[in-house]
């Protein structure tokens, strides 16, 4: 399985962007996928998660301002980010679980965000 991120870039305070994961390969057993971010000197942090059943899930910091959504071809999923704060800069990344296949969980490469004040 590969995932692959974009949509990142520069952006003011105040100001959206909307992220972009394609996944590929034997995707057809991933039951979540997820967004992760990883900002200098902290934790990686999850943000929001889609499963196939049950609603999204957002972390405090990003909840009423992020939105997570699939595609129509079930194989995309997007990380609409609105109102965005200097604190949203970080390394965006995509990941996906999969229960089927030895509880596999995958990431992708990430995609930088950066939040100018």
């Known amino acids: 399985v590969q995932l692959q991120a974009s949509g990142g870039g520069l952006v003011q305070a105040g100001g959206s962007l909307t992220l972009s994961c394609a996944a590929s390969g034997t995707i057809s057993t991933i039951s979540t996928m997820a967004w992760d971010r990883q900002a200098p000197g902290k934790q990686r942090e999850r943000v929001a998660t889609?499963?196939?059943?049950?609603?999204?899930i957002y972390a405090d910091s990003v909840k009423g301002r992020f939105t997570i959504s699939r595609g129509n071809a079930k194989n995309t999923i997007y990380l609409q980010m609105n109102s965005l704060r200097p604190e949203d800069t970080a390394l965006y990344y995509c990941y996906g679980y999969d229960p089927i296949i030895s509880y596999s969980e995958y990431w992708g490469k990430g995609t930088l965000v950066t939040v100018s004040s």
């Open positions: 889609i499963t196939n059943n049950g609603p999204a």
